[in-house]
């Protein structure tokens, strides 16, 4: 099998800065608490939104403990969302994906960029045919769009009458040249589901979908309509389960400052950055967060 497209931190991070421009921008605190766990904070918040990768999970492994906290959360009277920039699987499958991992996750806990994506699909033009970067055996019923593999039927480069990135699984360079190519001859929207640059894995970081939205950006000259974090819709739909729960009784947990962090500061919620897993496991996390500038209000060992 073919590795796919990967990157380091320091390369993934100047990205994110190179980007900026296109994110939301928030006000931050002056500096961060330290904790050791998301014990440590737990009387601060009453609704604990979770990222999956890197808070979660690292690939297709549980975090060590990440299972015993979100049950100890729980039975404190936490309220738990997942808000996740996951967008490869449907939301069924998804959760039975937490569940293997060990986590109880019930279907109104998670929020997933694909279906915030598929809510802003619904108010497009009806009958339009998306032409969707996804991985092998993907499935679209639940987008409520009429939606086909790019992968499968290349003619849809010029026929689609729109793109849609859930997945980078099955995308690399050459895919993004045709991309580049279809678009330029004729350009068309693209709806970005997932706008993280990207993704610990076990073995690296992998290319995301926000990644090759943003070289596109910058080659066509398109503006890609991006959905998930750090961008607002995906925060207004954590705000819709707990509209009782003022923001800065929630707080967005996160391994990433220019997805989790971010968003959340512009959303009003409370932030947490998670350091020895996700992104900046094995790195200097407080370099990253001086040189940005994106402060979370705590950093946070583990889960
Ligand atoms: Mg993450």
Redesign the pocket.
Known sequence: MTALPSTDVDTAFARYEAVRARLPRARFPTASREAATLSDVADAYDVFVL?????LNVGERPIAGAVGRVAELRARGKRLVVLTNGATHRRIDALGKYGALGFDFASDEVVSSRDVAAAALAARPAGMLWAAAAGPGARFDDLGARVADLAEDPALLDRADGFLLLSSARWDAAAQERLVAALAARPRPVVVANPDLVAPREHGLSLEPGWWAHDLADRTGLAPAFYGKPYPDAFRAVRALHPDVPPERVAMI???LHT?VLGGRAAGFGTVLITAH??FAGHDARGFVARCGIVPDVICETT
């Open positions: 990222d999956a990768f890197g808070v996160g391994d990433t989790d996700g992104l």
